[in-house]
């Protein structure tokens, strides 16, 4: 695992956007695998100036977004869907048909995961994955668990991530229970992965990423079994690494 540690969220988010960049110079038709929650916000903006001083073309590039609550209407302001608009895609040249999220009105949901997997599949696989943290080591809607879905699934949100998603909805009874995720296995397929963690809420999950076991009870720490893990941390999400 590669750490880089920057003095604050603004310069993790200037260096992750340059390895976004950097992927898409070197390879215009790639597949980036995309977050949504407050972390790559900061990405999004730089990606976005970026492609308006015309650095980045993004009309080639394919994207997977990791997860998406369900149900839920792609219009519903706090959607995936809606979010990666909004924050991303109205602003740069990506071709929409190229875009990707899990559909949260999917039904049968099976046939959903099942078409997603095949979807990344016949793109060639994910090129570069962009990844958040739970504060409960949570990537994608992976949530701890003694089994981890390897492929895209439907998942039960536990308690205190519908409390941490709370924030964005009206009251906590609004926010789905329920949720779309590629699975650890989709996500450890991925060929790069940066993995972006801001603040000191974070800071015991980054630790259990890094130094912990190997375990079900944190799906992070499965980065470590991954040939080329790249996390870009700021100090206090760093703060208890060793
Ligand atoms: C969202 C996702 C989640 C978030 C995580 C952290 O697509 O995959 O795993 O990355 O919940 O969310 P924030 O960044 O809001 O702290």
């Not at 900061?42 to 080639?60: H, N, Q, T």
């Amino acid at each position: 695992m590669r750490i880089i540690i920057g003095k604050d969220y603004a310069e993790i988010s200037k260096k992750a956007a340059l390895i976004v960049a950097a992927q898409v110079v070197l390879k215009p038709d790639c597949v980036l695998g995309l977050a949504t929650g407050s972390t790559p916000l900061g990405l999004y903006r730089e990606l976005i100036a970026m492609y308006e001083r015309g650095e980045v073309d993004f009309s080639k590039v394919t994207t997977f977004n990791l997860d998406e609550y369900y149900p839920i209407m792609p219009d519903h302001p706090q959607s995936y869907h809606y979010f990666m608009y909004q924050n991303l895609f109205n602003h740069i040249n990506i071709d929409p048909n190229r875009i990707h999220l899990p559909n949260g009105m999917a039904d049968p949901v099976e046939e959903e995961c099942n078409n997603y997997e095949r979807l990344i599949a016949e793109a060639g696989g994910i090129d570069l994955q962009v990844l958040g943290i739970g504060v409960n080591g949570h990537i994608g809607f992976n949530e701890p668990n003694p089994g981890l879905s390897s492929r895209t699934h439907l998942v039960d949100l536990k308690q205190e991530t519908i409390k941490a998603n709370s924030r964005f909805f009206q009251s906590e009874a609004e926010v789905p229970r329920q949720a779309l995720t590629m699975g650890m296995g989709t996500i450890l397929k991925a060929r790069r992965i940066i993995l972006l963690a801001s603040g000191n809420s974070k800071a015991e999950a980054i630790k259990k990423t890094v130094q912990g076991m190997v375990t079900t009870e944190c799906p992070s720490s499965f980065l470590q079994t991954h040939p080329d893990v790249t996390l870009l941390l700021d100090q206090e999400a760093a703060a208890l690494l060793d």
